[in-house]
């Protein structure tokens, strides 16, 4: 576990709430954080307050924001693109209150006891992520609040997509990021701070919605997604449309942090989807091979689709 100034802050900041009951209350929205969530918030971008005052999500993603997009100025000689038409999701993902399996609900507790403190947090290069915009080109007010999910693969290692990751990439059309990856063997790495913008999906939507931050390009789900990839299997490397799937490992892990983000984002599991769905251009499968029932059953047993 990677062990920085933000670890030492947000332990301060939990000792102070501890006696309000360990919650933190977000604003007019009524939103409620648990504080076993983990937020990210590097050093240069919030300064927790020595006041009373103790900083609502809404405002910790305010301090994280960028108001206006560099590219402001050009927009005005720009004709704004028009959202896509809706296309349909419906999430395999059902609604489960009994039938849960008991073993695979021990096991996920106990792998939840210590989950937190055996995610590693890894830094990528500036290029490969950015801040949430509240405004678009036009000045017309946007919601950076992340409130999906996008469920991606690595298409080679976890090792590679790290060290792309880590590489600076000046051509905006090179920059690639997610927030998680998970490993084969269920090694959870944090690359991107779920409050700044992951480049996970450039030209997408999801029921008809998208951001334009760039008017250079189409929208994308960038500005209120979370982007989660999971590390191929080998026999994935050389391409095609199917392969051998994903671990045990990396079900479980991906539950956990899925819970995580629901919780802390209050993001409903129909809002959990794919790359292969939100995608725009018609060239992306990933997750190749994914099987939903192993995440259902999963996330019946954390009592997420009740």
């Not at 000045?139 to 609040?145: C, E, L, N, R, T």
């Not at 063997?185 to 999801?206: K, Q």
């Not at 292969?276 to 954390?302: C, I, T, Y």
């Amino acid at each position: 576990m990677v062990r920085d100034p933000l670890t030492r802050r947000f332990k301060h900041l939990r000792r102070r709430l501890e006696g309000r009951h360990g919650i933190l209350a977000i604003g007019s929205f009524g939103l409620i954080v648990s504080l076993s969530s983990v937020i990210w918030l590097s050093s240069s971008d919030v300064a927790l307050t020595q006041s009373h005052h103790q900083p609502s999500l809404l405002e910790l993603l305010d301090q994280v924001t960028s108001g206006t997009p560099k590219q402001l100025d050009d927009a005005s000689n720009r004709m704004r693109p028009d959202p896509p038409e809706s296309s349909a999701w419906r999430s395999p993902l059902t609604r489960q209150c009994k039938g849960i399996d008991d073993q695979i609900r021990k096991r996920l507790v106990k792998l939840k006891s210590s989950f937190k403190q055996q995610r590693e947090r890894i830094a990528i290069d500036p290029s490969n992520y950015g801040k949430r915009y509240s405004v678009n080109p036009w000045k017309d007010s946007i919601d950076p609040m992340p409130r999906m999910v996008v469920l991606h693969e690595t298409a080679n290692s976890l090792t590679s997509a790290i060290n792309t990751f880590k590489t600076p990439h000046p051509n905006d059309h090179d920059q690639v990021s997610y927030h998680t990856l998970i490993g084969m063997n269920g090694r959870v790495v944090d690359v991107v701070d779920p409050l700044h913008r992951a480049y996970g999906a450039g030209y997408s939507a999801f029921l008809g919605e998208w951001a334009v931050t760039n008017p250079e390009f189409m929208g994308s789900v960038n500005n209120f997604a979370l982007h989660l990839s999971l590390e191929t299997p080998p026999d994935g490397y050389i391409g095609g449309r199917h392969h051998s799937g994903y671990t045990e490992q990396q079900y479980d892990a991906l539950a956990l942090v899925l819970e995580d983000w629901m919780e802390t984002f209050r993001i409903p599991s129909e809002a959990i989807t794919t790359h292969q769905h939100v995608d725009l251009g018609g060239e992306r499968g990933d997750p190749r091979s994914f099987n939903w029932k192993k995440l259902q059953v999963r996330m019946a047993a954390l009592k997420r689709l009740c």
